[in-house]
């Protein structure tokens, strides 16, 4: 059976990292924590699991903390996790079946990894991660912020997941500002580092400026597929933000260029029409969603939710923004199939319920 190093970096973790060292506590041989500077109890939560707790001055570089872990294990395969992810049940079990019986023969061991949850805790967003490495291939991490695991090989894709903790991401602009420094200091940023900058821009607020980093990132000819949709994507919500109608339907027609209709897309040109009070055809974009077959095995972002309740919940709102009751409440119920306990889904379950009975009894 294979040996694994657990390998994390952290800061000022003290409310999640208990949590995610005992989700796993028990799969792995070895628990390497590398601290950038925490002032809360972080260092006393991680003692209770590891003796292994070491001390790297922060240089505005993940890659170079996580690349610092990384070479702190010992064992035959290395798993990394941030402080706010933890393994449900399910996937413990998982996990450990898979740790009995991997091949030593795969280099690269690909996992879920659930980054949003709906009211039922069923995953929302989903992105395929590399999670387990072999440490003999000495697999580097590059660039400073959104940092990426660099590999290859032979690489098993697997079912297990690990879920993401935080109920709600705070904006903030750390990773912006270092974006910036390097900038300023010469750095000429890479495609994929043009790609995440625009998006701190856009996250921040600075939508146009966002957009001209975007238009620099797909003039590379060479650019990932998926990122080149989700930058259309985001700066159709850019552009949107700005009031520029054209060009954000615009961005939105090019998401459809480079792949099959995806249903996360869409829903999101389905949106466009509703959001301009064009209901008919807001329908008739979303029913195409509806039809939409959901990816396997996508390395790219999947937004579940487009797939499953979204669109029966925007077809509710506008087939009831058309006063054709029968068919918002059908929706409404196929959204409710998804979601069952989702109050606002009720609520609109029993309004409707209750004007369709009004109808039937006046006429």
């Known amino acids: 059976m294979i040996t694994i190093s657990l390998c994390m970096i952290v800061r000022n973790e003290e409310q999640f990292l208990g949590k995610c060292l005992e989700s796993v506590k028990d799969l792995v ?3 390497i924590i590398v601290d950038t500077g925490s002032t809360d109890a972080t260092k006393t939560i991680a003692a209770k699991y590891t003796v292994h707790i070491n001390d790297f001055d922060w240089i505005d570089d993940f890659s170079a903390a996580r690349n610092y872990s990384f070479s702190l294990a010992t064992k035959d395969y290395i798993m990394w996790l941030d402080a706010d992810d933890w393994l449900q049940e399910l996937d413990y079990q998982k996990f450990k079946e898979l740790k009995k019986v991997l091949n030593p023969n795969f280099d690269v061991v690909y996992m879920d990894y659930y980054t949003s949850f709906d009211i039922n805790g069923q995953p929302n967003v989903v992105i395929k991660r590399e999670r387990l490495v072999k440490r ?8 400073r912020v959104h940092e990426f695991l660099q ?3 032979n690489g098993l894709l697997t079912d297990i997941a690990v879920s993401h903790g935080k109920i709600q991401e705070k904006i903030t602009d750390r990773n912006l500002q270092i974006y910036e420094a390097a900038i300023l200091s010469g750095k000429k940023l890479s495609n994929r580092e043009l790609f995440f900058y625009a998006k701190e821009l856009k ?19 060479a650019s990932y597929i998926e990122n080149i949709l989700e930058a259309y994507e985001q700066m159709a919500v850019c552009y949107h933000e700005i009031g520029d109608k054209e060009h954000e339907f615009m961005c939105l027609l090019k998401t459809l260029e480079y792949d099959s209709p995806r249903a996360d897309y869409i829903c999101r040109i389905a949106y466009f029409f509703q959001d301009a009070g064009d209901y008919e055809k807001a329908i008739s974009w979303y029913q195409v969603a509806i039809k939409t077959e959901k990816p396997k095995d996508r390395f790219g972002i999947v937004n579940h939710l487009a797939w499953t309740w979204l669109p029966h919940v925007n077809l509710a709102i506008c087939y009831d923004k058309l006063g054709q009751l029968e068919k918002a409440y059908e929706h409404n119920e196929l959204a409710l199939r998804f979601i069952p306990d989702d109050p606002n889904l009720l609520r609109n379950k029993q309004l409707l319920e209750e004007y369709l009975s009004k109808g039937k009894d006046e006429s």
């Open 151 to 153: 590999v290859e090989g």
């Open 203 to 221: 996250n921040n607020g600075y939508h146009t400026k966002a957009i001209s980093v975007f238009q620099q990132f797909l003039a590379d000819p």
């Open 136 to 143: 003999s291939k000495q697999f580097q991490w590059h660039e």
């Open 29 to 31: 041989d070895e628990i």
